[in-house]
């Protein structure tokens, strides 16, 4: 059964890389997308080489904030996992080898809903800030990254929501997400953090502690 579905996967990816590769602003060598739940305007859209975007994901560029550029760009390397949905309004950008899990959200937009005499379905679409995912980060199962920067190597927990901007070699978990744990590079060991990042009088010698 798994051989049957790896192989319909990839038979599934070669054409999509036939019929729709060409339509992309980017589509690298050695890249797959496999049945996506859909992609808009990818024109839009840059894929590196050897991109992985896994099963019903979803990938989107439209400027609904009037951007005078739109961009979703993906580094090369990346994994992307199942059923992930990441929309960009103005400016999406991962990283050379970004780790997602299933079911992770990505935007740099947010709808609005300060007018409370309007549905918020008839609210407009709110600019929000630039997502940035550094280079080797892991996203968890579920995350939120909304409109932040996040470093490289960051690791960001199963259902959190990033709102703030992390740092290179952190830790986040939580809704909203705070820093639990950090690199530190003069005694090279990842050392707990209080929530404004700042290190605590004790380090952990592991990551997984």
Request: net charge positive.
């Amino acid at each position: 059964m798994i051989f049957h579905i790896q192989l319909a996967n990839a038979i599934y990816a070669r054409a999509f890389r036939l019929l729709y590769g060409w339509r992309f602003r980017a589509f690298g060598r050695g890249t797959s997308v496999v049945f996506p739940a859909g992609i808009e305007s990818p024109g839009n859209i840059g894929l590196g080489e050897g991109v992985y975007v896994g099963y019903r994901s979803y990938l989107a560029a439209v400027p609904h904030t009037s951007a005078t550029q739109c961009l979703l760009e993906i580094g090369d390397g990346c994994s992307i996992g199942r059923f992930n949905h990441i929309y960009a309004t103005q400016r999406v950008v991962l990283g050379k080898h970004v780790l997602t899990a299933n079911g992770v959200y990505i935007s740099d937009n947010v709808h609005g809903y300060r007018d409370v005499t309007v549905p918020i379905l008839q609210q407009p679409i709110r600019q929000n800030g630039v997502v940035e995912i550094g280079e080797g980060s892991w996203i968890g199962h579920n995350a939120c990254i909304l409109g932040v920067r996040i470093g490289r190597h960051c690791v960001v927990g199963a259902n959190a929501v990033v709102t703030h901007d992390m740092p290179d070699f952190s830790v986040a978990v939580g809704a909203p997400a705070t820093i639990i744990r950090r690199y530190d590079p003069d005694t090279r060991i990842w050392r707990t953090t209080y929530p404004d990042g700042g290190f605590k009088q004790q380090p952990s010698v592991s990551p997984y502690a």
